[in-house]
């Protein structure tokens, strides 16, 4: 009895002794898995340091499978020369992901390789796995320490790549509520800074906390792309079939607007 | 310029009422391409320069509630003709309802799973517009068409009915050094006629199995590019180009394996016309493969390589019935790619080299390329097409003399 007491009064000393591999699984699921399926415009902004813009506007459908699979349906509606174009994935975890293409041009649907989910998506600065999220034991997670950032409460998590990347460092702040990044910092080989991920502005949508606004900065080329999630659903009910060579061919009218 | 106008007025009062329910896009395209041998042909059309001409592309398309149409319609002046004139590259409507879709109208159809090798897909293809530097949306051509596609769990079904004939675009002896030992004999040509009995039928069964894309395939009606049947073998006064009739059943597969995206593609080539293969004219029956392979190896730099083979049915009596001086074709005709594209600059620089090279020809096709996306709506490109071999006479080595040098630009809405 008294050992129980014991137990019950160290209980949440124990609960607050989160992993920073706790910490990024919570992150991964708030970030890339919420709902059981997710609807979203999308409209990422390229800048160079310049000021050149370049426009990237896309509809983003994902459903959630069992064990951790997940189904990504993207079509694209500009810049004019992908306008038409839709990308399927099927995303697997800890195996390489199934990934279709088809060029409205020529009517074509073809396999695309992916063995590098570190490659830029559709030439911003952020890669594959920023948008679909990456493999959990691709990284080494550390919890460095708990602070507050802008009035939030987060964990600051390191990760180290197990197998190559371009980074070798990376150190999140999540919050301790949703367990969303708010900042991200990636460190090169020369341990030198030269991206930062933060995340502008989040709001609530039917019970998920959600980022709708977001930006990558590349800060040794000065490059930058803001991402922008407008019309965000979750729960809209897509139908398992949406993820097919059919609705590749001929996306429909009703999920990519 | 009549037909110019009015299209464009039809666009601008339609456009604006319609703006919420029809899209409008298209580019405006430059495009010139000359030969660097050196080399010239005799005629109008055979100076430096094999291709210069200017497009307007204009694309509609609309749909709602399953139906839909889409029309892709160019405009364009050809400068080495001296003519300005049109294409209808696509005009379709689109049905669907439950597991059914139809599209009927002129329409682009690809299958296969080949880079640039085609077996299974036995649609239209303008092999003169991608020698002379054109962009590979234009090697394929519409086909006018009824397509149907029935789709189920177990498997899908694509069916396209084609009652008019489309033959390939082939290079012509006007701009392009070609082998032709019948150049100076005039020729007429003997198309299929629009008739029920030559009507031809492309089917697709496919579905996924273990992870891979699979797909068979039928298709019933014609080579697309012609057989040449002389009226007198020892001193000919006629060429007449036909067209023989073709029954392809395939077969192909594309998937992830070995750490990259494997395809394998096989075709069984039946030439109704001459089976025994003792018509000279006609091409034998032939089995094609090839298999291919495809991967990242480092961002943004992608490699994919190809093995292709044409083995050749009865040829024993395609050698003896062959008339004596007439170059052989090998038993076995095979065929390597590579195809290396490197990304730079967020993507808006593409270097890429595609190279086919015929270790039983001993010719080859180089296409060097450099793209760059000055804006999102504008990209230029600037590449060469480099053929070469050591007979004047296989596929690749007849256009030795054809090297060239190709400009395109292209601002897109």
């Known amino acids: ?257 | 310029m009549k037909y110019w106008m009015s299209i464009s007025l039809i666009l601008l009062l339609v456009t604006p009422a319609l703006a919420e329910e029809i899209a409008l896009h298209g580019f405006v395209q430059g495009n010139y391409a000359a030969r660097i041998t050196g080399e010239e042909l005799p005629g109008p059309e055979g100076g430096d320069f094999i291709l210069g001409e200017e497009r307007l592309q204009l694309k509609l398309a609309a749909s709602s509630q399953g139906a839909g149409f889409f029309l892709k319609t160019d405009f364009f002046r050809d400068a080495i003709a001296r003519t300005t004139d049109t294409d209808l590259r696509e005009a379709y409507l689109d049905y669907g309802t439950g597991a059914l879709d139809l599209r009927i109208g002129r329409q682009v159809v690809t299958w296969g799973v080949g880079d640039l090798l085609f077996i299974n897909d036995i649609f239209p293809k303008d092999y003169a517009a991608f020698f002379s530097g054109r962009p590979l949306e234009y090697l394929k051509i519409g086909s006018d068409a009824i397509k149907a596609d029935l789709f189920a769990d177990f498997i899908s079904a694509e069916l396209v009915v084609i009652p008019f004939f489309e033959p390939d675009n082939l290079p012509t002896p006007g701009r392009f050094f070609l082998f032709d030992p019948f150049s100076d004999i005039p020729r007429a040509t003997e198309e299929p006629r629009a008739e029920f009995e030559n009507t031809e039928l492309a089917l697709r069964l496919y579905r996924n199995l273990m992870g891979f894309d699979t797909a068979v395939y039928a298709y019933k009606g014609f080579f697309r590019t012609p057989g040449m049947r002389l009226d007198d073998l020892i001193s000919p006064a006629q060429v007449t180009l036909f067209f023989p009739r073709l029954n392809v059943y395939g077969m192909s597969a594309q998937g992830n394996a070995l750490g990259g995206v494997v395809s394998l593609e096989t075709g069984y080539d039946d030439s109704l016309n001459d089976r025994s293969g003792h018509d000279p004219v006609v091409p034998n029956s032939m089995v094609k493969y090839l298999a291919g392979y495809q991967r990242q190896i480092w961002t943004d730099f992608t490699a994919g390589f190809q093995y292709y083979g044409e083995y050749l049915l009865d040829y024993g009596s395609y050698r003896d019935t062959l008339p004596a001086g007439f170059p052989a074709q090998d038993r076995l005709r095979q065929l390597l790619t590579a195809r290396l594209t490197q990304l730079f600059h967020y993507q808006t620089l593409r270097l890429s080299f595609f190279a086919f090279y015929s270790p039983t020809d001993q010719d080859y096709y180089f296409i060097p390329e450099a793209r760059y996306s000055f804006t999102d709506a504008l990209w230029g490109a600037v590449g060469a097409n480099l053929f070469g071999g050591e007979k004047e006479t296989t596929f690749f080595g007849q256009l030795d003399k054809n090297d060239n040098l190709y400009v395109t630009m292209r601002y897109e809405f």
Do not use: C
């Open chain 1, 1 to 257: 009895m008294v050992l129980l007491v014991l137990f019950m009064l160290l209980l949440p000393v124990n609960a607050s002794a989160i992993t920073g591999e706790e910490v990024i699984k919570k992150s991964q699921a708030a970030f890339f898995e919420a709902g059981n399926d997710f609807q979203a415009r999308v409209k990422m902004t390229l800048a160079t340091r310049d000021g050149l813009q370049r426009l990237r506007d896309l509809t983003m459908l994902r459903k959630n499978y069992p064990a951790g699979e997940q189904k990504y349906f993207m079509y694209f509606h500009g810049p004019a020369d992908v306008a038409g174009m839709t990308f399927m994935v099927y995303k697997y975890p800890n195996r390489d992901d199934d990934r279709w293409l088809f060029i409205p041009a020529i009517n074509l649907v073809n396999r695309i390789a992916a063995q590098d989910s570190r490659s830029s998506f559709v030439g911003s600065d952020f890669t594959y796995e920023d948008v679909s999220g990456r493999d959990l034991t691709a990284d080494a997670h550390a919890l460095l320490r708990e602070e507050p950032f802008n009035d939030r409460k987060v964990y600051v998590v390191e990760s180290k790549p197990i197998g190559p990347a371009e980074y070798t460092r990376k150190l999140s702040w999540i919050d301790q509520v949703s367990f969303l990044p708010l900042k991200e910092e990636y460190y090169d080989v020369q341990e030198s800074l030269y991206k930062i991920f933060t995340a502008e502005e989040i709001k609530d949508v039917q019970g998920f906390a959600t980022i709708l606004k977001r930006t990558m900065t590349n800060v040794k080329s000065g490059h930058k792309t803001e991402t922008v999630f407008e019309r965000v659903q979750y729960n809209a009910g897509i139908g398992d079939d949406l993820f097919s060579e059919r609705y590749l061919r001929r996306p429909p009218e009703k999920w990519i607007k």
